[in-house]
């Protein structure tokens, strides 16, 4: 699975969007592009994948550039409850196995 | 049940003792996954099942550490002769497809082992 790059930490204003880089300039035509988070000591929690179409749910956004290579998270309207570590994942849609990497640490703050 | 539940929630053993941590998935779910975590870093991958059969063991450490799932539901890892260095959090993941499931891993709350 293709290595993705994610800054290690940012800081966000409560209420304001936020938005999440994350560079796979490695990534191949089967792979998709997923984000989870880890609030706290909690495990992992999906939030949102795509493989080409920038995609929306409930809880955020995702923008994927037209090369693949990079795309965006982001959360509309920060909360202090979206404090967390957020990961950028790629991955074979017919492998199982998700890489984590480091992963970006958000703080938002009041 | 409602989520993914793992026993114990802690286990404190001495060095060179066998521990056997639980995972009982959702209900219905084909995969199941096991993580370990290393307190700041992300969830290292260790092994995973579809239904009963052991798909990926490449990232077991060591002959040390085993996996069943023997009827394709309740999951044991086992580590043996337990090393102050397998200390950390052993997650379970499990997702209701397989083979070109979509990746929603859905986590248990983990256990933490500490070796002493």
């Known amino acids: 699975d293709a290595k993705t790059t994610q800054p290690t930490s940012m800081d966000c204003a409560e209420g304001r969007a936020a938005n999440l880089p994350c560079n796979h300039s490695?990534?191949?035509?089967?792979?998709?592009v997923y984000w989870y988070r880890q609030i706290h000591s909690q495990g992992p929690q999906y939030i949102i994948h795509g493989l080409k179409n920038n995609e929306t749910n409930e809880m955020a956004s995702l923008i994927i550039t037209e090369d693949r290579k990079s795309s965006t998270l982001i959360l509309p309207h920060a909360t202090l409850r979206d404090t967390a570590v957020y990961y950028c994942i790629v991955r074979e849609a017919a492998g199982n196995k998700l890489t984590f990497g480091g992963g970006t640490r958000v703080l938002v703050k009041p | 049940g409602a989520g993914v539940s793992q026993s114990p929630r802690y286990k404190v053993t001495k060095r060179g003792q066998d521990v056997a941590l639980r995972c009982d998935p959702i209900s219905g779910h084909v995969s199941l996954y096991w993580y370990r975590q290393a307190l700041g870093q992300g969830p290292e991958f260790l092994t995973y099942?579809?239904?009963?059969?052991?798909?990926?063991k490449s990232g077991l450490p060591n002959d040390r550490f085993s996996a069943e799932r023997p009827e394709g539901s309740i999951s044991t890892l086992t580590i043996q002769r337990t090393e102050q260095r397998d200390s950390a959090m052993y997650r379970c993941?499990?997702?209701?497809?397989?083979?070109?499931?979509?990746?929603?891993?859905?986590f248990g709350s983990g256990t933490q082992l500490s070796v002493l």
């Open positions: 993941a499990s997702s209701l497809e397989a083979g070109t499931g979509l990746g929603k891993l859905f």
């Open positions: 099942f579809n239904y009963e059969a052991q798909q990926d």
């Open positions: 490695t990534i191949s035509g089967n792979e998709y």
